[in-house]
């Protein structure tokens, strides 16, 4: 009978770590309000903690060592009290955290012996007290700024602009266009809005990237928007393609990053493209006086900016 109800805590405490990796593995790549929500214990990310700590959990079930896997577990409920009295202060909400906090609880349960209760209490109050001496963390409020705007100028004249940040010929025709789109927004004659446009998979990482650069200062301008832009443009030449080497990349450009939902932007980037019927890149749409013009390719494009100086 023991035995028995030992090989079924092993196989609950091995679904649940495996659990908890896969948790923290969703969280690493959450762009959302989750973003927010950032920690660390002596420089080292809690996402990278999460999923050692799982992992070794998992080795000592699958060695059968229910007194350490026991004690460890304890140790991370007890930080795991400590994390969500940081979210509670913070008024801000990880649902990927709490989940994971609740799997940490429930394999501590699982696993509890009540003959060892007051080793389990230790190691629970060691837990606390390890987090609430050596962790870092910071938490924005949602939309503490509200959403940025990639739209800039004010000028009569409606420019969009359907671009992929992985894409050759959006990179060939961006110098060129960008200094006219700059000429024509200091002139007042267009108002322009950047679009990016997801043909490639990694865009949609660029773009909350975008995004939340836009997001971090109030005051942008044309020409920091487009320096912006030549810096995701760099990085996409080099191909990076994780989250943590990209916020590297634009922080050592000078560009600081402050993440929100971006869901509501990017609706409103795909109304766009269904109301221009976008299929490529790179695409202009003008719409003035006389009506919607849709361009396709840097030579058309170029021409058709040209003419808006007269």
């Known amino acids: 009978m023991k035995q028995s109800h030992a090989k079924k ?8 770590a495996l659990t908890g990796i896969g948790i923290t593995i969703a969280y690493a790549v959450c762009l959302g309000s989750c973003s927010y929500l950032k920690g660390d214990i002596l420089g080292l990310d809690l996402k990278y903690l999460g999923i050692f700590y799982m992992t070794v959990i998992l080795l000592l079930a699958l060695m059968k060592k229910p007194l350490l896997c026991m004690l460890l577990l304890a140790f991370g409920a007890g ?7 940081y979210q509670v202060r913070s008024g801000v909400y990880c649902s990927y955290c709490l989940a994971f906090a609740a799997t940490v609880w429930l394999a501590f349960s699982v696993n509890f012996e009540r003959s ?4 389990a209490a230790l190691a ?3 837990g606390l007290i390890f987090f609430l001496l050596l962790f870092s ?9 509200g959403p940025p705007t990639t739209t800039f100028g004010k000028g009569p004249i ?18 060129e266009v960008m200094a006219l789109l700059t000429e024509l927004v200091e002139k007042n004659l267009i108002r322009v809005t950047f679009i990016d446009t997801p043909i490639h998979k990694e ?10 650069a836009l997001n971090a200062k109030e005051g942008w301008d044309i020409r920091q928007a487009v320096a912006l832009r030549a810096a995701l443009f760099e990085a996409a030449a080099e191909k990076i393609a994780e989250k943590e080497a990209l916020e590297l990349f634009l922080k050592k450009r ?31 749409v003008i719409v003035g006086p006389q009506g919607k013009q849709t361009l396709v390719g840097k030579e058309d494009t170029v021409k058709a900016l040209r003419s808006l100086r007269r």
């Open 79 to 85: 930080g795991e009290i400590f994390l969500i009295g």
């Open 137 to 145: 963390g910071s938490a924005t409020p949602v939309y503490a700024a």
């Open 9 to 16: 805590k092993r196989f609950l405490t091995i679904i649940l």
């Open 158 to 175: 409606d420019v969009r602009i359907y671009t992929d940040y992985f894409c050759g010929p959006c990179r060939a025709e961006e110098a």
């Open 203 to 212: 865009t949609v990482l660029y773009a909350g990237h975008f995004l939340a």
């Open 254 to 284: 000078g560009f600081a990053l402050r993440p929100f939902d971006t869901a509501p932007v990017f609706k409103i980037f795909g109304n766009y493209l269904k109301e221009d019927r976008i299929n490529a890149t790179p695409t202009c």
């Open 116 to 119: 060892r209760r007051w080793l």
């Open 124 to 126: 629970v109050g060691a």
